[in-house]
Nanobody
Framework: QLQASGGGLVQPGGSLRLSCVASGRTSSGYTMGWFRQAPGKERDFVAALRWGDGNTRSAASVRGRFTISRDNAKNTVYLQMNSLKPEDTAVYYC????????????????????WGQGTQVTVSS
């Protein structure tokens, strides 16, 4: 199971850090990612991390502002979001698969087997 937290209301230019705790033991074969879905839109890829070697991929729209990272001891993946914009407003979901995804497919929701419940991020003044 995945438990996401850390969402909230923030002003444009502000920061938030999302957390996603994976119950059970993660292994080097895991890939974990963050996706987001705004009202009336499809679920979009944000960032992903391959647990074994730490390789990451992020969407062009968040590159340079968002950073995905992990804490092995806590089985937790983080999404540090800086310089937030109103267009970042969405429900953010963490996802995981027990496979080492290649970089080229990390952005595909169908590659992930487990999904968290989502946490709302609202960027507004």
């Amino acid at each position: 199971q995945l438990q996401a937290s850390g969402g909230g209301l923030v002003q444009p230019g502000g920061s938030l850090r999302l957390s996603c705790v994976a119950s059970g033991r993660t292994s080097s074969g895991y890939t974990m990612g963050w996706f987001r879905q705004a009202p009336g839109k499809e679920r979009d890829f944000v960032a992903a991390l391959r647990w074994g070697d730490g390789n990451t991929r992020s969407a062009a729209s968040v590159r340079g502002r968002f950073t995905i990272s992990r804490d092995n001891a806590k089985n937790t993946v983080y999404l540090q979001m800086n310089s937030l914009k109103p267009e970042d407003t969405a429900v953010y979901y963490c996802a995981a698969t027990t496979r080492n995804l290649i970089i080229g497919v990390m952005s595909q929701p169908r590659e992930y087997d487990y999904w968290g419940q989502g946490t709302q991020v609202t960027v507004s003044s």
